[in-house]
């Protein structure tokens, strides 16, 4: 196995002498510290809006119009079913979603975006694209392709 080149990229000051260990090359341990530094970017921008990144993928995906149950919601997050179950209800206390009757199962709820919710969720957006091009300015835009593709590939 070879040793990533960090000639490139300077290293995070003073654990220049971590980089030559074996995890370095490792990709789990990559995507876990490219998650870790990207989700606390990410947070950091959007804490100005009383957001985190879970509670902005569960507003964004109640206002894409595919109106995901909390089960839904819970198994494309891979997050507890409870912790959806506490975004959403701090989500709904804000005004920014609500709950409604599933149309196609009426024991079930479906989580839709409000007015006020699509509001918010433009500026989060607009946070999370601030974040993801201070994480990716190292690269260019057909890597950053190739990435959200490889990434894609992976994810599902």
């Known amino acids: 196995m070879t040793q990533p080149s960090t000639t ?11 980089l030559g260990s074996p995890l370095v090359a490792e990709i789990e341990f990559l995507t876990a510290r490219a998650r870790a530094l990207g989700s606390a970017r990410a947070n950091a921008l959007l804490a100005p809006l009383d957001l985190k990144i879970r509670s902005y993928a569960v507003l964004s995906l109640a206002c894409s119009g595919a109106a995901p149950s909390q089960r839904e919601l819970a198994e494309f997050l891979l ?23 599933d149309p196609q199962d009426r024991r079930s709820k479906v989580i839709k975006g ?30 950053r392709a190739q990435l959200r593709d490889l990434l894609r590939r992976i994810a599902f």
């Open 114 to 143: 409000t007015a006020k919710g699509r509001r918010l969720l433009a500026q989060a957006a607009a946070a999370t694209q601030q974040a993801e091009d201070q994480a990716m300015g190292n690269l260019t835009a057909t890597e």
């Open 79 to 101: 997050l507890d079913p409870s912790q959806i179950v506490a975004l959403v209800d701090g989500l709904e206390q804000r005004g920014l979603v609500k709950r409604e009757t």
């Open 8 to 18: 490139e990229i300077p290293p995070p000051e003073g654990l220049e002498r971590l």
